[in-house]
């Protein structure tokens, strides 16, 4: 049996929960409001209409905070949260089930006409003031972490985060997933790391020592005066 298709206030309800009614989205979303007048430039746009287009486009703008170019192409079941700050750029185009949060930014990187913005694809959650920059590709249910740059193009099933943006997450997930806020720290994950590698080296160490009969007496450094943070201490436990 076929799935019926949702309509625009439909997503809203289902990825938003602040609006309690279909009348409240219809009537306050900003996301949905700058969805629905996309479609209005965009088909005006396709009739090579550009002023009104613009004109649309550019009442979209003052409206809802979401500036979205007349041509680019979105999908089915896009939906943006709060649409404050979003800029998509001309020739980006994006895929079925989209979710936007506010303050992201696709955008070009060059000034010659031809495709210069991203590509987006099915399922993607771009979390707030993700910034990705390009004509690179965005895989299918590929998650973009808060804050991160994306420079280069992400395989599927994949999730980044950072400045530039790195994968940290690969899974082979085919829902959407708006946890954008439970993302790994690639950095903490590096000295997490470097920290086991150290106590196992000087755990390796006085097992050879030990063997060789050599008497090796632990000295503790000096306190610094302010004393240290928790939060920078190596969270490894003792060997031994």
Known sequence: MASVEKDDVDVVLERDPAPKTRAEALLFSQGLHAVRLHKIAHRLYLRERYKTARMVSYFSRVLTGADIHPGAKIGKGFFIDHATGVVIGETSEIGDNVSMYQGVTLGGVHTEKKKRHP??????????????????????????????????????????????????????????????????????????????????????????????????????????????????????????
């Open 119 to 240: 590509t987006i694809g099915n399922n993607v959650v771009i979390g707030a003031g993700a910034t990705i920059l390009g004509p690179i590709t965005i895989g299918d249910h590929v998650r973009v972490g808060a804050g991160s740059v994306v420079i280069k193009s992400v395989p599927p099933n994949c999730t980044v985060v950072g400045v530039p943006a790195k994968i940290v997450q690969r899974t082979g997930t085919t829902e959407i997933d708006l946890h954008h806020d439970e993302l790994p720290d690639p950095v903490v994950n590096a000295f997490v790391d470097l920290c086991h590698s150290l106590s196992e080296m000087e755990y390796r160490l006085e097992q050879i020592e030990k063997q060789l009969g050599i008497k090796h007496e632990k000295t503790r450094m000096p306190s610094s005066p302010n004393g240290r943070s928790p939060e920078l201490s190596c969270p490894v436990e003792e060997k031994h």
